[in-house]
């Protein structure tokens, strides 16, 4: 089945520091891929869509310039968080849609001291 | 604007102890209903995707059915392995977010052995 690799799993960066974290689709070309945010026993909250070559859509309320979303290849996105606080700790996790469905990286857990 | 509401929130079974979690759903044309689940620091892994009023999926312990205004999953003698977060989405058929998920918050599933 298709395979959505996702990296680091955690990381624990000092505040103000930037943090990149790496989607790759392993077995597929992911045109479309979906950057999503959750908190402790919260929803998966959609923070932007990214499409090959272009520039991702930001969901309403998300920093376009705090979290920059790079999509330069069929196999390869990134978010990263610049000068992160600690109100930007979080899970965060990446999608990409294959065939009709959507398959899932196994998330990061991001922790700002 | 498209919502989803899933109950209960928290749901503890005995082993062999057959339930149902409920999904409740408001979309502007429903192109798909998705059932994943989720273990505590993992992505979501795909169960489901139901299309149309009436359908039905079987995997396993779980059935999910669909109706034009709620879905529900049922797990049949659950096993503590079956312990998890379940999580149903749902994606609109039209509209610029036409491939966007909209998750709701999950059931978390407890089975005691």
């Known amino acids: 089945g298709a395979v959505v690799s996702q990296h680091p799993s955690r990381v624990i960066c000092k505040s103000g520091t930037s943090v990149k974290i790496e989607c790759r689709s392993l077995?597929?070309?992911?045109?479309?891929m979906f950057w999503y945010r959750q908190f402790p026993k919260q929803s998966l909250m959609l923070m932007a869509t990214?499409?090959?070559?272009?520039?991702?859509?930001?969901e309403q309320g998300v920093e376009k310039d705090k979290f920059l979303i790079n999509h330069a290849s069929l196999t390869l996105s990134t978010l990263t968080v610049t000068s992160a606080h600690p109100e930007d700790s979080s899970f965060y996790i990446c999608?990409?849609?294959?065939?009709?469905?959507?398959?899932f990286g196994s998330g990061t857990r991001l922790t700002v001291v | 604007e498209d919502q989803v509401t899933q109950s209960p929130e928290a749901l503890r079974l005995q082993e062999g102890e057959s339930s149902s979690l409920n999904c409740s759903y408001t979309?502007?044309?429903?192109?798909?209903l998705f059932w994943y689940r989720q273990d505590p620091g993992k992505g979501p892994e795909f169960l489901f995707t139901?299309?149309?009023a009436g359908e039905e999926k079987e995997k396993e312990r779980l059935k999910a059915t669909l109706t034009k205004k709620e879905s529900f999953l049922h797990i049949t003698a659950p096993k503590p392995e079956d312990s998890a977060t379940y999580l149903c989405?749902?994606?609109?058929?039209?509209?610029?977010?036409?491939?966007?998920?909209?998750f709701g918050k999950g059931t978390k599933l407890s089975v005691i052995p």
């Open positions: 989405a749902v994606q609109a058929a039209s509209g610029a977010g036409s491939y966007q998920l909209t």
């Open positions: 990214s499409n090959e070559g272009s520039k991702a859509t930001y």
């Open positions: 979309v502007s044309g429903l192109r798909g």
């Open positions: 999608s990409a849609r294959v065939g009709g469905g959507y398959t």
């Open positions: 139901l299309y149309s």
């Open positions: 077995d597929f070309q992911a045109t479309t």
